[in-house]
């Protein structure tokens, strides 16, 4: 079984660091999966869902903020404002935060704090969705 080096680093923390056989990660251009010997690239990660799969077959999900994630000589490095594992994850924090966002958002202020609010919403969703993978609702 052919492996990859991965670490993810959060503002806060070592979120993992080690051996991994897949990553899927949420780029600007979708979700985009990386592998063994994955030819080299740099690429920004937006709010999402991560998921990987070590060699001992056990899947990790979490929800990560923006970022982004390097990829060099069988070594993946990805760095991310938040990474968020469905136990951390307050469901209902989460659903408040995407009801202000979505408020701010209907608010149409400036440009900018429209973006921020975009930003944050998404954030939210990705959280809510990776506590519900969590609970076996996908």
């Known amino acids: 079984m052919n492996t990859f080096t991965l670490v993810i ?3 806060e923390r070592t979120f993992y660091e080690g051996d991994s056989i897949s990553l899927v990660i949420p780029t600007t251009q979708g979700q ?9 690239m740099i690429a ?12 001992d077959g056990e899947v990790t999900v979490a929800a990560v903020s923006e970022g982004l994630v390097k ?15 469905p136990e951390e994850i307050d469901e209902n924090r989460a659903r408040r935060a995407a009801e202000q ?15 921020a609010a975009q930003a944050k919403m998404a954030r939210a969703i990705s959280r809510l ?4 993978y ?3 609702i996908d």
């Open 71 to 85: 990829v060099e000589n069988n070594h993946v490095l990805l760095l991310v404002d938040t990474a968020e594992r």
């Open 9 to 11: 680093l959060a503002a």
């Open 44 to 55: 920004a990660i937006v709010p999402g869902t991560l998921k990987f799969t070590t060699p």
């Open 129 to 132: 969705r990776v506590k519900k």
């Open 101 to 115: 966002a979505k408020e701010a958002i209907l608010q149409k202020r400036s440009i900018q704090d429209y973006q």
């Open 134 to 136: 969590n609970n076996g």
């Open 32 to 40: 985009y999966g990386i592998q063994a010997m994955h030819s080299n």
